[in-house]
């Protein structure tokens, strides 16, 4: 079946702009990750969904930062007012959830530059 | 700092040889994942282990977690050109399966 896809495979925005990356995960996993990764780092989580609600967004680095999975499925990471800094590849894993071990499964990642 | 350290940080083969990568923790592992990273692909996941002393493999592959469940290695048998990417060891903090720290990833690089 179809893996965990995510949209846009490269986004550039300027400074101050505004950025909505979608991931579409392997379709009756609950569960649903947002990491974010440097260049030659390993990827740093970000947010957690089971099911429709964030069941920890302690990985978001602050307010600009918003995510969301309305029906329980596509989730969308939302950044505001983007910065330089936030230039890295943001990627989206899903999982099972109702099965030991519960391994995460992730897509091709969104390359988001910001000038 | 990186709560799991991977050793290499970059490795160069010849292609048919054996390479060790490792991964370790200074804390209790509960759950060690591997993966592989390719440019535009994404994390592929390899292996999971979750006992001491579990030993896993898949092709020319074999993964290991000690007994103390602190180190992980991974090795590969007979290099080929397809093995070559990054390899990223995640584990699970105990408490629940979500928010894996890494490590930094090892890059294998093939040579012909």
């Given amino acids: ?115 | 700092s990186q709560e799991l350290e991977q050793s290499p940080q970059s490795l160069i083969v010849q292609e048919g040889k054996n390479l060790t990568i490792n991964c370790t923790s200074s804390k209790t592992l509960y759950g060690l994942y591997w993966y592989k990273q390719k440019y535009g692909e994404g994390l592929i996941f390899l292996m999971m282990l979750q006992k001491g002393g579990e030993e896993k493999s898949h092709e020319k592959i074999t993964a290991k977690l000690d007994e103390k469940k602190q180190q992980s290695s991974l090795h590969i048998t007979a290099s080929q050109p397809s093995h070559a990417g990054i390899y990223l060891c995640g584990a699970d903090r105990g408490r629940s399966n979500y928010q894996l720290i890494w490590g930094a990833g090892t890059k294998l690089i093939i040579k012909p």
Wanted: glycine share 12%.
């Fill in chain 1, 1 to 115: 079946g179809a893996g965990v896809s995510q949209t846009p495979s490269n986004k550039v925005t300027e400074k101050g702009k505004y950025v909505e990356l979608r991931c579409d995960p392997i379709s009756g996993h609950t569960a649903l990750y947002w990491y974010r990764q440097s260049l030659g780092q390993g990827p740093e989580f970000l947010i957690y969904f089971q099911g429709t609600g964030a069941a920890d967004d302690s990985g978001l680095p602050n307010d600009r930062f918003f995510a969301v999975r309305p029906e329980g499925s596509v989730s969308t990471l939302k950044i505001q007012r983007t910065e330089r800094g936030d230039s890295a590849v943001y990627l989206c894993a899903s999982s099972n959830r109702g099965t030991s071990p519960d391994t995460q499964y992730f897509g091709p990642g969104t390359r988001l530059t910001v000038l």
